[in-house]
């Protein structure tokens, strides 16, 4: 039986923000001065009950009424700043201590990931502070560009978190700042209502914030989409060109098959559909 080969670091890990010029040092003293009977299975445990403690928080400030003055946004925010601390140092301490588990790491760490988002965006629909139906729709959105994340992984070997240098740890402190100025100002009133057959929704302040995040988390995955599906395929017609010619080269097809296949394919170009990215860029 063939051995499985086990990688000893999960792809090409990019990760340009904002705050990365202050994250990265932080996370780096953190995993020096951790205690050693903390692991990384512990952080990511960590984080996750984070999430719990934010989700849950956001619920009892929707029941305990308006939003001002509502200690229940400060213990979201607590359960924020856990969750960003559990979430980003479980990987740095793995690799500080030279302790990697790259395929149990990544697939347990975004499986987390995805249900402390579902829990932590239920919360924030149940809190009062966004309309839930609209919340579940920037929900959705927030998943497709984690999924856009994985698949780009897989497919380039490159783990890029962002390429519009914001991340999950400015959308959290984002948040806190929206949680501090919730406690001094409320909710807000409701600024228009809009009706679809029996849905309505009343667009506070915060039902159009979470909406404009929602809307623009959908363009990017587009976007990312766009982008790297063409690039992709660019690279897969050249290096199906090599392996056609090292074919030939070996006899394995003649030279006039060669021909008929890059006929086929520089038709199939001319005919595809184009692509979002296609219609803003000239070719060159």
């Known amino acids: 039986m063939a051995k499985k080969e086990v990688r000893t670091e999960k792809d090409k890990r990019t990760n340009d923000i904002l705050l990365g010029p202050l994250e990265r040092p932080a996370l780096a003293f953190f995993a020096k001065h951790m205690p050693m009977w903390v692991n990384s299975d512990m952080l990511t445990a960590f984080a996750a009950l984070g999430a719990a403690l934010t989700g849950l928080a956001y619920f009892w400030a929707g029941q305990a009424g308006d939003l001002k003055g509502n200690g229940f946004l400060f213990l979201a925010s607590l359960g924020f700043i856990i969750h960003w601390f559990g979430d980003s140092l479980d990987g740095t301490l793995a690799r500080y201590r ?20 579902l829990v932590i965006f239920m919360g924030i629909g149940l809190s009062g502070l966004a309309d839930f139906s609209v919340t579940m729709f920037a929900l959705a959105c927030w998943l497709l560009a984690m999924m856009q994340v994985f698949l780009k992984t897989h497919a380039t070997n490159v783990f890029e978190m962002t390429s519009v240098r914001i991340g999950p740890t400015e959308i959290r402190l984002l948040v806190i700042i929206v949680n501090t100025v919730l406690f001094f100002t409320g909710g807000g009133s409701p600024l228009a209502t809009i009706k679809l057959q029996q849905l309505t929704i009343a667009l506070t302040p915060g039902t159009i914030v979470v ?25 897969d017609l050249e290096a199906l060109k090599e392996k056609n010619a090292e074919r030939a080269r070996k006899g394995i097809l003649s030279q006039m098959e060669i021909d008929r296949r890059a006929m086929a394919e520089k038709k199939a170009l001319k005919k595809k559909p184009k692509s979002l990215l296609d219609y803003f860029t000239k070719p060159e």
Do not use: M
């Open 98 to 117: 030279h302790h990697e588990r790259p395929n149990y790491g990544y697939y347990t760490d975004h499986a987390l990931d995805g249900l402390s988002s």
């Open 211 to 235: 909406g404009v995040v929602g809307v623009a988390l959908l363009i990017y995955f587009i976007y990312q989409v766009s982008v790297t599906g063409h690039k992709l395929s660019v690279e």
